[in-house]
């Protein structure tokens, strides 16, 4: 079973994601580990310049999927509808949380990389397309 939880900068994402891991015993995959690997760097503005690498990200996860005793597989962080469009059969599920927390959130984790304002992380997240992810799961 392949499931992709996604949503907005700072939703929570990543934390569900890996309590459902631990709970299903399942893989835990880290989409912005994956941009990490390729583009060589943990500048949020740089790892946002990515909206080319759908294929390359596609390929990745498909390799970290083989054929073995795990069967559960927990993605986070897609940003592009290009991506869930390969799995077909996963199950994809979308979490929402208000703005004001995301930005609390943002503004406490310090995260390497995360030197640029919230808002301009929210919008280079945007420019990559997590709104049409959004849109493509509820219409699904």
């Known amino acids: 079973m392949i499931t992709f939880v996604c949503g907005?900068?700072?939703s929570g994402k990543t934390?569900?994601?890996k309590a459902m891991a631990d709970t299903v015993d399942g893989l835990f995959?880290?989409?912005g580990d994956i941009v990490r690997?390729?583009?060589n760097?943990?500048?949020r503005k740089e790892l946002q310049d990515s909206k080319e690498l759908h294929e390359s990200i596609v390929e990745r996860l498909i390799r970290k999927m083989p054929l073995s005793d795990i069967k559960n597989y927990v993605v986070c962080g897609v940003r592009q509808k290009e991506i869930l469009k390969h799995f077909p059969e996963a199950t994809i599920l979308w979490?929402?949380?208000p703005k004001k927390e995301r930005k609390k959130r943002y503004a406490e984790r310090a995260r390497a990389g995360d030197q640029i304002p919230f808002k301009e992380a929210e919008e280079g997240d945007i420019n990559l397309g997590i709104?049409?992810?959004k849109k493509y799961i509820f219409k699904q």
């Open 8 to 10: 907005q900068l700072c």
């Open 15 to 17: 934390r569900y994601a």
């Open 29 to 31: 995959i880290e989409v």
């Open 37 to 39: 690997e390729i583009k």
């Open 41 to 43: 760097t943990n500048s």
């Open 95 to 97: 979490i929402e949380c």
């Open 131 to 133: 709104l049409d992810v």
